[in-house]
């Protein structure tokens, strides 16, 4: 696992972003796996604007995102559709048609939208690059501890601590789901590239369990452990409890001049 640790949040930003460009560059009609979440705001904020200087496309690629609540329209405010249209989709040239969620509204089987989901997936040659961000707890998704590591997209019920991480963004008075769709960690662990972004203090100790724990269920994000192209890119307060921080910039510095 490579580990670029940053001075701040808005240089972890730029780091994920010169990652995303070089993939667009190298491969237009590449397949990404988004995130949503506040991290990874910076880094689109960071995309569209390279794609308004006229130096990044997104008319070729295809796109699908981790996870999405369940029965949430994509009008609804709160749906990750409405995230991803909000901060991405609507300020540069993606298709729109070509953007996908695991959605599952009202009517639906959830195990014939998930495996409708892993199947488009395949149809599109599978995910180029997935970016990631990482929950207090280790999910990776909405994989919560004690998912498999070899678990497919599916329905999942919300432990306590994500629907209390989350509820920020909802109002007191506002319905919040305590299940959602999300691609499993073996869906993830496919995915030929992955980034993951880490910001905040309140991070840290999953950073830490991540990187340097035994791979286990109880933080899903160890998991990445196992795959042989990842990136994290965190900032310092995420770095705080990281055993051989110095180790690890020492070796980027190291990356960097070869």
């Known amino acids: 696992m490579r580990v670029i640790i940053t001075g701040s949040a808005e240089q972890l930003a730029e780091a994920g972003c010169q990652i995303v460009a070089r993939q667009l560059q190298q491969k237009p009609h590449s397949v990404l796996g988004l995130a949503t979440g506040s991290t990874p705001i910076m880094l689109y904020q960071q995309l569209v604007n390279l794609h308004r ?39 540069v040239d993606i298709d729109l048609a070509s953007t996908h969620l695991p959605a599952c509204l009202a009517g639906e089987d959830p195990q014939q939208s998930a495996v409708g989901y892993e199947l488009a997936i395949q149809a599109a040659g599978g ?6 961000g990482i929950g207090a707890n280790g999910h990776i998704g909405f994989n919560e501890p004690g998912s498999s590591l070899a678990s497919r997209t599916r329905l999942k019920t919300l432990t306590a601590k994500t629907l209390a991480d989350n509820s920020r963004m909802f109002r007191p ?22 980034v993951i972004l880490a910001s905040g203090a309140q991070k840290a100790d999953a950073v830490q369990h991540m990187v340097l724990g035994a791979v286990s269920a109880r933080c899903p994000a ?10 994290l890119i965190i900032d310092e307060p995420a770095a705080a409890k990281l055993d051989h921080a110095d180790y690890f910039r020492q070796a980027e510095r190291k990356a960097q001049t070869l």
Request: aromatic share 12%; no cysteine.
């Open 222 to 231: 160890s998991a990445l452990q196992l795959h042989p192209n990842v990136t």
């Open 173 to 194: 008075d506002e319905y919040q789901p305590d299940l959602a769709m999300t691609m499993g960690v073996g869906t993830i662990l496919e995915a030929k590239q992955i």
């Open 53 to 91: 200087q006229g130096k990044l496309s997104f008319k070729d690629v295809t796109s699908f995102n981790l996870d999405e609540y369940y029965l949430l329209e994509g009008t609804h405010p709160q749906s990750y559709r409405y995230f991803m249209n909000e901060y991405l989709f609507n300020a």
């Open 127 to 132: 995910i180029d690059l997935q970016i990631l």
